[in-house]
Structures are given as structure tokens and as C-alpha cells.
């Protein structure tokens, strides 16, 4: 079912860089083609506001939207008709990502650096934020909690959520309302797509812009994020979910299997990749895919997701060249089913989150573990982070020097400034001691 890449060389025989991407399977997008794509329709959002949005989404989700925002009675309705044990599941969900949350801020720090001259790096979240939650092949409930609960944990004092809303109903799956209910959120909108990512960046006559937008989406959430950064604060532009699973003769099949078909069951985009130094282990997957693959609901998303150019089993010759490929794969989620599974974890450096052993699958990093499931993908995690606090602060510092802790580097920054050719940087220290001062010296 999965292609098959055959890189048994040792880890010193594979090739570098560049080459070693091009053998890894990656899902053929093109994010450049879709932006162009979506450059009128967020053009049009920017100009027109509502109405720009309303025309969207009739022509493109098939529901004429009599207002954007969703009444806070529905949030309230769809809290209260929430199953109990959905909600028990959402609210187990919420506290453990509030604790683990809670514990990535990081402090304000002052460095003093002379009697008299600090700095001070202060932590400061951004005021408003927009938060994507996808709403098209799955309904996810839980990327609610994992956008939400950082701005919170970070301090955000306004929030707006937007989801993609329904045909029959007009609204967001109610799912998505009850989990925004139950983390308090009053400010919702049933808009999807695009023409969401233009409404949050540019506002509506019914919505304010926001500074940052987050959360993950398709194709063309993603080209819109991109046609707006720099109007707005992006978190990443993220294609479609990613597991890559590093296993040797250790690893059971059935969990390697299951692991595969559970992000495979997003969408047929999805990468599903297996690296491993034992055939035998390789062709035990491939017996256990095929039994779990028709058993399961969504079974003809998953075949093509599997058997997509995006998903390959990866055959090496040793754990050493495993972690060269999944480096250079640098997967949204990295499972590793090894001997010593947190020894090789440990060395692995690109991988928006890690898995750990054969009890850690991805299935509970999306929902329960307390980490955030919203990552890089499409290679980022070789410089980019998952959703976290940090992504809704700033960092601003504060220089504070009194009149003596500038005497004592004046001459630095003169001298500095005439290697420049900047003369009035020095005049604005030595103006400061004019009484002292000859001619572009400090005395």
C-alpha cells in the first residue's frame, strides 16, 4: 500500500541537504498557485467588508449568511446540549492543556549589565487575535482548546474565533460552539476559508482586525494567511497533517499501522511516512494496513492517503541513518518506536512534537497529552515552532541607563558611530555632556 523508498546505505553513504529532501515524499501543493488564486477574494473582502465576506461564502460554501457572528444564545445552546461525556472529554482536554500551557510562559528578565544600566526583556501578549478552526472532511472541536488556551495562558485580551459554517444550519458545527462556550468565549463568527482569514486581517463593518491570526486550515486558508502577513501576524502557513513513525524490529505493526491510518484519516493530502531498519517489520505494517484499512469508516480517505506520493515507507540501513532522514523530513509529528525510545528521541532536532515510545501515539498529542497539536508542517519544523504561549507575547525591551552607566560606554558608541558615518548617533550621547565635551569626545 505505502510506496517504498530504499535508502539502505549507511548513515555516512546518504547524500546531504538538498538531495536527501528530494528522495522524501511530500505532498504536491503549491501554495504560490493558490494565493493568486485567492488574491481577488481577499481583495474583495478588503474593499466591500461584510458584503465581500457574504458573497464568499454563498459562492463558495453554499450559505447565504444573514449575519457573520454567531448569537450568543447558539454558544449557549450548544454548551447545554453537549453529550456528557463529549464534555467531559473537552473539559479533561482544556485543564490538561491549561497546565502544561501555564508552564511555557516565560519570565521577564532584567540583565544589568553596570552599576546603573539594565535591560530588561518584558513578555507582552498581543491585544487581539483571531483563531482558525477548520471545519471541512472533520469537525475539530479540539483545535478550539489548542488555539484558545495559549492566547488565554499568554494574557490575550481579545479573542475571535471563525469556522466555516454549515448548510443546513448556517452556523458552525456544534461542536465548535459548545467548546468555545466552555472556554468562554463570546466572540465567534460562521465564516470559513479565505474570505475568514481577509475578514480577521482587514475587519468588517461587524468584526475589528486583529494583530495575529492562528490555526491551521486547506490550501487556500493557508495562500490567504500568506497574502496577508505582514498586514497581520501569522503563526505559520500549515498544510495538511503529517505523522512520520521511526521504528526498528522492536516496534509492534498493529501500533505502527494504526498510527499511520489515524492522521491519514484527516484528508487524502495527508502524509502518512514510516523510516525503519527492519523489512520484516515493514511488511508486517504493510499486512496489518491492509486488514485495519477496511475496517475503518473513512477507509477510501485513507487508502488515498496512503498510497498518495505525499506517504512511503522509508527503508534504512541503521537507527543512525533513520534520524538523518527524519531530520531532514522534519515531520509535524515524529513517532519513535525503538530500543530506547527517549535516548533517540532526544537526538532527533526537527519535529514540531515527538512521541516517545510505543504508549505516546500522535492520537493523544491531538487531544489529551496537554501539548499542542497545532504544527509545523511541509518540512517548517527545521525553523519553526508549534502553537504555544510564546506565540501570542512579544518581546519588547526596556533600556534604562542613568547618567553614569552612559559616561562609561559614550566613547564606544561615538566611535561606533563614526565607523558609520553616522556622526548625529555620537552627537545625541555627547550632547548629553556638552558642558564636559570637546569636539566628538567625552570627558
Known sequence: MLNRIDLRIPAGGLPGGADLHRLLPRAGLDVTVATEQVRPLVEAVREHGSRGVVEATQRLDGVTLAALRVPAAKLSEAAEALDPALRAALETSIARARTVHADQRRPDVTTELTAGGTVTQHWRPVRRVGLYVPGGLAVYPSSVVMNVVPAQVAGVESIAVTSPPQRETGLPHPHILAACALLGVEEVYAVGGAQAIAMLAYGTEESEPVDLITGPGNVWVTA????????????????????????????????????????????PLAASVLVTTSPELLEAVERELAVQVAATKHAERIGQALTGTQSAAVLVEDIEAGLRVVDAYAAEHLEIQTREPRAVAERVRNAGAIFVGAWSPVSLGDYCAGSNHVLPTGGCARHSSGLSVQTFLRGVQLIEYDEHALRGVAEYVVTLAGAEDLPAHGQAVTARFAAESTEGSVG
Open 224 to 267: 490567504a494567511k500568506r497574502l496577508v502577513r505582514g498586514v497581520v501576524g501569522i503563526d505559520a502557513e500549515a498544510g495538511p497533517t503529517e505523522i512520520a513513525v521511526l521504528a526498528d524490529d522492536t516496534a509492534d505493526p498493529r501500533h505502527v499501522a494504526a498510527d499511520l491510518i489515524s492522521q491519514a484519516e484527516h484528508d
